[in-house]
C-alpha cells in the first residue's frame, strides 16, 4: 500500500534518565513512577497505535512519549512546548528549577532517529500519501489555542496558504470522506463535526514531509472523548469502530490522490 502513518505521540514510555530528571530520587517510588507515567501517556495521543492501525500500511508509531522529545516539532523549537518540552498541557513544570537538561543528547539519539526511519520510508518513492496520526482532549487545555473550547470529532490539518501539504481542489472532499467513513462512530455522539484546519491548520510532519518529498500529506486529530472515559480509560469497542472508520477513510483518502 503506497500509505504512511505515522503516530509520533502514541507512547507514553520514558527513558529511566529522562523520568529521572523529572522526578529526582522519587523516580525510585513506583507508585511515584507509575502515576507519573500513566500522566505522561494520557497528556500524548493514547491508543493512536490502535485507532491508526491499517493492515498493509506503512506505519511508524514512536516509541518514546512526547516528553521525551517531540516528534511533531522543529527540530530546532526550543519553545516551553517546542521539541523538548519545559511544561505540560496544564503549563505546570515538568522538570524541578534548575535542572539541566541533555537536549542535544535527545535530539541525537530519538529525534534523529526517527526522522531517518521516515526518510528511509520515503525514499523509494513508493509512498504517495502521508497521514499524521493524533487524538486530542475534548477541550482546549491551558497550552491551547483554544482555552476550554470545546473541539470538533475530527480534525483534518491539511495547511494553508499557498503550499498545503494536501492539494486544496481535493480538501472538500476529504472532508466529507470522513464524515461518511466514521458515519457510524458519529451518528448520535456527542460531537459529531468533522472540521478541517481547526483548531490546528497543519502539523509539522505533515508540512515537514511535504516539503522535502512532495507527497500529498494531512493529520487527522480524534477527539479522545470519543473513545476515552472522563478518567482517561479506554471504551474497547469505540476504538474498535474509530479504527474500522479510519481503514475505510485511509482507502477514500488514497483515491483522491490518485494512489
Known sequence: MSLLILTPHSSGQMPAAVMHQMLGEDVYRSETRERWQRRMFLDGDPYTDLLFLVPGARTLNAPWSRFVVDLNRERDDDSDNGVVKRSGFDKGALYPAGAALDVAERL????????????????????????????????????????????????????????PSFPAAQVGALQAAAQTAFASVLDGAEVS??????????????????????????????????????????????????????????ARALELVGA
Open 193 to 250: 463535526r468533522v472540521a478541517v484546519n481547526d483548531p490546528w491548520k497543519t502539523d509539522d510532519l505533515s508540512a515537514r514531509y511535504h516539503a522535502q518529498a512532495g507527497l500529498a500529506a494531512f493529520g487527522l486529530e480524534i477527539n479522545a472523548g470519543l473513545y476515552l472515559t472522563p478518567q482517561g480509560r479506554p471504551r474497547d469497542e469505540r476504538i474498535r469502530a474509530l479504527n474500522s472508520g479510519l481503514r475505510d477513510f485511509a
Open 108 to 163: 541525537r539519539r530519538y529525534w534523529d532517529s526517527f526522522d531517518a526511519q521516515v526518510r528511509a520510508e520515503l525514499a523509494g518513492g513508493e509512498v504517495r500519501l502521508l497521514m499524521v496520526g493524533h487524538s486530542m482532549a475534548p477541550r482546549g487545555p491551558a497550552l491551547g489555542p483554544d482555552q476550554d473550547q470545546p473541539r470538533p470529532a475530527l480534525t483534518l490539518m491539511v495547511g494553508e496558504g499557498e503550499q
